[in-house]
T-cell receptor, first 113, second 115 residues
Framework: GENVEQHPSTLSVQEGDSAVIKCTYSDSASNYFPWYKQELGKRPQLIIDIRSNVGEKKDQRIAVTLNKTAKHFSLHITETQPEDSAVYFC????????????FGRGTSLIVHP | NAGVTQTPKFRVLKTGQSMTLLCAQDMNHEYMYWYRQDPGMGLRLIHYSVGEGTTAKGEVPDGYNVSRLKKQNFLLGLESAAPSQTSVYFCASNLLAGGTQETQYFGPGTRLLVL
């Protein structure tokens, strides 16, 4: 089955800096890669996703890049703010297949004011 | 439109007791999932369902059972609770595989403490 590795497990940055979280996946058939943000005590919520026919996608201060050859994808947050502090999860799944996503173990992002 | 709801929000059990966690969604979603979340372990899939009347095992199914008698409800049962089942349980759903329906919508979670 699919295996998703996520790094780092903890990331500490100063407000205004950029943050990058990386994930690798094992199944070359995976073609859908969502990112979820989970604030403390809250439920995970989708913040951005990318499909394998696209190399990069942006939404304001967040962007996701995908390298299919290397089987890795990354979340980039620019101009970080304290409210970006949360746990971020990546996932991989196969559109049109069973779909069932495999999640990474999460990255705890701490943004210091 | 309440989205995905979970009952109860918090529960304390003694070892050996049983309980059922209820997940309900009002979005007419086909797929439903139960995850457990433990520190440093991410979201681990317990069981899932791809439609009314169907269930399947996920990554960590031992000690749990599920039922999907109605499309909008997905029940997670613990027949004989163990301290190792202390966790936060999240239910999730999504419409269908394919298109933009892959987005999973999560419930607010149930905190379970087994003494």
């Amino acid at each position: 089955g699919e295996n998703v590795e996520q790094h780092p497990s903890t990331l500490s940055v100063q407000e205004g800096d950029s943050a990058v979280i990386k994930c690798t996946y094992s199944d070359s058939a995976s073609n859908y890669f969502p990112w979820y943000k989970q604030e403390l005590g809250k439920r995970p919520q989708l913040i951005i996703d990318i499909r394998s026919n696209v190399g990069e996608k942006k939404d304001q201060r967040i962007a996701v890049t995908l390298n299919k050859t290397a089987k890795h994808f990354s979340l980039h947050i620019t101009e970080t703010q304290p409210e970006d502090s949360a746990v971020y999860f990546c996932a991989a799944s196969i559109r049109g297949g069973s779909y069932i996503p495999t999640f990474g173990r999460g990255t705890s992002l701490i943004v210091h004011p | 439109n309440a989205g995905v709801t979970q009952t109860p929000k918090f529960r304390v059990l003694k070892t050996g007791q049983s309980m059922t966690l209820l997940c309900a969604q009002d979005m007419n979603h086909e797929y439903m999932y139960w995850y457990r979340q433990d520190p440093g372990m991410g979201l681990r899939l317990i069981h899932y369902s791809v439609g009314e009347g169907t269930t399947a095992k996920g990554e960590v199914p031992d000690g749990y059972n599920v039922s999907r008698l109605k499309k909008q409800n997905f029940l997670l049962g613990l027949e004989s609770a163990a301290p190792s089942q202390t966790s936060v349980y999240f239910c999730a759903s999504n419409l269908l595989a394919g298109g933009t329906q892959e987005t999973q919508y999560f419930g607010p979670g149930t905190r379970l403490l087994v003494l």
